[in-house]
C-alpha cells in the first residue's frame, strides 16, 4: 500500500474512532474515564444551577423593542435609499429589516391580544414574507419608484397590523421625513 493509502486508511480509522465515541457519548453509554458511576439525570442542585444559568443568559439578551428599534431604523434608512434610487443600499436596509424582524420574534414568538388570546409572530411575519416585504423586494429589483412608494407604504400598514393585533396601536408609523428621524407617528390619531 503506497503512505497516501496507509494515511488514508489510518485516518479513516481515526475518523471512525471519534465518531463512534461521540455516538457512545450521545447515547449516554460511554464508559467513564476515570472510573465513575455515572448518573444518567442531573440531581437537584444541579437543575436549580442549569436554571439560574439559563435566567442569566436571558437576562443578558437585549429585548424586542430593541430588534424592533433596528427595524425602524432600517426601515428609514429604505426610504432614503430608494428615494436617492440607490436600489443596492435599498436591497442592503430591507434584507436587514427582515434579518431584525426575524430577530424580534426569536426573542418573543408570541404575545398576547387585548383578550388574552396567543399571536403567533412567525406566523404574521411568515405573512409578511409572502406578501408586502416579497412585493417591497421586489419593487427594489425593479428599480421603480412609483412600485417602491406604493409597497413601502403597504408594508407599513403590514406593521401596523402587528402592532394592532398585539395591543400596541399607539405605534403608529409614517413615511419619515429626515434620514436622521425615525417612522413612529408621536401625534395621536
Not at 15 to 29: E, T
Not at 56 to 75: E, I, W
Not at 121 to 138: F, N, Q, R, V, Y
Request: charged fraction near 25%; hydrophobic fraction near 40%; include cysteine.
Amino acid at each position: 500500500m503506497s503512505k497516501t493509502g496507509t494515511r488514508v486508511w489510518a485516518g479513516s480509522g481515526v475518523l471512525g474512532a471519534v465518531l463512534g465515541s461521540i455516538a457512545l457519548v450521545a447515547s449516554g453509554r460511554a464508559p467513564d474515564p476515570v472510573g465513575r458511576a455515572q448518573d444518567p439525570a442531573p440531581k437537584g442542585d444541579e437543575v436549580a444551577a442549569l436554571k439560574a444559568e439559563v435566567a442569566r443568559l436571558k437576562g443578558l439578551v437585549p429585548d424586542q423593542s430593541h430588534a424592533m428599534a433596528d427595524v425602524g431604523y432600517h426601515f428609514t434608512n429604505l426610504w432614503f435609499a430608494a428615494q436617492n434610487s440607490n436600489w443596492p443600499l435599498a436591497q442592503f436596509c430591507l434584507d436587514e429589516v427582515r434579518s431584525h424582524l426575524k430577530w424580534a420574534v426569536r426573542i418573543i414568538p408570541k404575545r398576547k391580544d387585548a383578550e388574552n388570546r396567543e399571536i403567533d409572530l412567525g406566523g404574521i411575519l411568515g405573512g409578511l414574507e409572502t406578501s408586502t416585504l416579497k412585493d417591497l423586494d421586489l419593487a427594489i429589483k425593479a428599480q421603480g419608484q412609483e412600485r417602491f412608494i406604493a409597497t413601502y407604504k403597504a408594508q407599513m400598514e403590514g406593521c401596523m397590523a402587528c402592532h394592532r393585533a398585539t395591543n400596541k396601536p399607539y405605534l403608529r408609523l409614517h413615511v419619515p421625513e429626515r434620514p436622521d428621524a425615525g417612522i413612529l407617528e408621536f401625534r395621536p390619531e
